[in-house]
């Protein structure tokens, strides 16, 4: 009898221990490194590599790899094609089938002043085929993000956007995602951002979520 409640008292400290496991309630961090390459006066390519965990250091959540064209069709306005892979472990607690996603996005980016603040706006329109185990599945997902980023100084700057994620086929909730960050200029090519995102899923959840990122242009009309 006594073997059977200890027995029965480890279960339940394991199974408490899992359960409490949940993403909201760890600090995770997004991991970014982008690059932009002037290919000629109107165009370039953009390289972007991302990966998410659910802690600062541990257990996998998310990897993306994305390439794309841009052209700018004049000073406040660029368009942009984007092909992208992805691979993403939705289940925090167990080892379960990955999903793994092929993207295609559309993109328009607007840029323009209201008085002296400078403003933002990116919409896309993202095609995404998922294949899970043996399950094929495609939607659309729609998204919008306003933004601005203030120059503190030379060297210093800082970022701030919202943006509102809506995929009509599996949901009527949208995901929204606020980031706010402190950006340094270690170049006049190269920049990094440290940042805090507070992502709302469209499950309800609260995710906290530190932002990391690394950011370089290069002009390959020079080689």
Known sequence: MRNYIIQMSLLMIVFLGNAQLKPEDKLGVWYDLGGNHRISNSSSITTYIQLWTYEIDDIFNFFLLKMGYNYNLNSKLKATVYLAYSDFDGNINMSVPHNYERRITEQILYTHKLGKIPLDHRFRIE??????????????????????????????????????????????????????????????????????????????????????????????TKI
């Open 127 to 220: 095609h995404r085929f998922f294949k899970k185990s043996n399950t094929n599945l495609n939607v659309a997902r729609l998204r919008y993000r306003i933004g601005s980023t203030f120059n503190l100084n030379k060297t210093f700057f800082v970022r701030i956007d919202e943006e509102v994620l809506f995929t009509p086929k599996l949901t009527n909730t949208p995901e929204n995602r606020f980031y706010t960050g402190l950006g340094i200029k270690l170049s006049k090519s190269h920049n990094v951002q440290l940042g805090y995102m507070n992502r709302t899923t469209s499950n309800r959840e609260q995710l906290h979520r530190l932002q990391i990122g690394l950011f370089f242009k290069t002009d390959l």
